[in-house]
């Protein structure tokens, strides 16, 4: 059942680069951080796996990891097996590159920009790409065993470990 959710997660975020989960305004939400660099997506040594399945391959970029103020902005990207096509403008793309930060403490994530691309590695020609506004730019919860949940681990671990 947690594979299947993973899967649900991942394929909603990509499949649409517009789907986030809901926001209850009651949560506490840390502030917005400032987006993070852009990837350089041609080092493979910069990129962490996270999780590998039959149906993707998710990474985080180790060098993109900032702090910003409680939260940590970073950079992940999806590689898709099969060609994946975006619901609303019928482009295909195999690759997802999004923005992110992580409130460790809280538990919180927030998007800040995802891109796809055409082929795996975040490379090729761009397909599109989304900026959230409104509730969709808002920190939200984690689902506990979730793709989202093995990331928060890896980036808040790596975090830790980075500490003076």
């Known amino acids: 059942m ?36 852009a990837p350089a997506v041609t080092d493979a040594a910069d990129w962490l796996i ?13 060098s993109s990891l900032q702090n910003a103020g409680a939260a940590t902005t970073f950079v992940y990207r999806i ?4 060609m994946q096509t975006n619901t609303k403008t019928g482009k295909e793309y195999r690759s997802v590159v999004v923005k992110a930060a992580f409130h460790c403490l809280t538990g919180q994530m927030v998007r800040s920009e995802i891109n796809a691309y055409a ?15 409104g509730d969709q730019a808002r920190p939200f ?9 093995r ?10 470990s980075a500490k003076p």
């Open 119 to 133: 082929e795996t590695g975040g490379a090729g020609e761009s397909r599109g790409n989304s900026v959230p506004t």
């Open 2 to 37: 947690q594979n299947l959710r993973s899967c649900l997660v991942i394929t909603l975020i990509a499949a649409s680069l517009t789907c986030f989960p809901a926001h209850s305004a009651a949560q506490e939400a840390p502030a917005k951080p400032a987006p993070a660099p």
């Open 79 to 82: 590689d898709f097996t099969d």
């Open 141 to 149: 919860g984690i689902v506990r065993g979730s793709s989202d949940d």
């Open 151 to 160: 990331l928060r681990r890896a980036v808040c671990t790596a975090k830790a």
């Open 50 to 62: 996270v999780e590998d399945s039959a149906t993707n391959k998710i990474y985080w970029q180790k």
